[in-house]
C-alpha cells in the first residue's frame, strides 16, 4: 500500500484544516487505516483510525471532540477534518495503514505516508 499524505499548512488558532491521505497498490477493503501525529522532541502519537469496510472509526479521547476521520471508498482517499486548532496541535501528520484491528497502536501499522506539516499560531 502506498499513502501520499497532504493538506497540511499554517492556520491561526481556532481555524480548520482538512488533511488527506491517497492510498493505492492494495484493495483496501481488509485494511485499517489511521492518523498519527509527531511534534518536535516528541513520540509520534495517534490521533484517529477507521476501518475502510464497515467505517467503524476511533479516535483519541483527547481529539475526538474536534477531529473527525472519514474516507471516500470511491477515490481511495482517508481524510482528517482538523476544528479549533490549537497551538498544541502543530506537528507532522502521517497517515498509515495496517490489516487487523481497529487500534491506534504505531508500531503495529504497517505502511506510512510521508507526512504533511500542520502549524498552528497562536
Known amino acids: 500500500v502506498q499513502l501520499q499524505a497532504s493538506g497540511g499548512g499554517l492556520v491561526q488558532a481556532g481555524g480548520s484544516l482538512r488533511l488527506s491521505c491517497a492510498a493505492s497498490?492494495?484493495?483496501?477493503?481488509?485494511?485499517?487505516m489511521g492518523w498519527f501525529r509527531q511534534a518536535p522532541g516528541k513520540e509520534r502519537e495517534f490521533v484517529a483510525a477507521?476501518?475502510?469496510?464497515?467505517?467503524?472509526?476511533y479516535y483519541a479521547d483527547s481529539l475526538k471532540a474536534r477531529f473527525t476521520i472519514s474516507r471516500d471508498s470511491v477515490k481511495n482517499t482517508m481524510y482528517l477534518q482538523m476544528d479549533s486548532l490549537k497551538p498544541e496541535d502543530t506537528a507532522v501528520y502521517y497517515c498509515?495503514?495496517?490489516?487487523?484491528?481497529?487500534?491506534?497502536?504505531?508500531?503495529?501499522?504497517?505502511?506510512w505516508g510521508q507526512g504533511t506539516q500542520v502549524t498552528v499560531s497562536s
Open positions: 497498490g492494495r484493495t483496501l477493503s481488509t485494511y485499517i
Open positions: 498509515a495503514a495496517r490489516r487487523g484491528a481497529l487500534n491506534g497502536r504505531v508500531s503495529e501499522y504497517d505502511y
Open positions: 477507521i476501518g475502510w469496510s464497515g467505517g467503524s472509526t
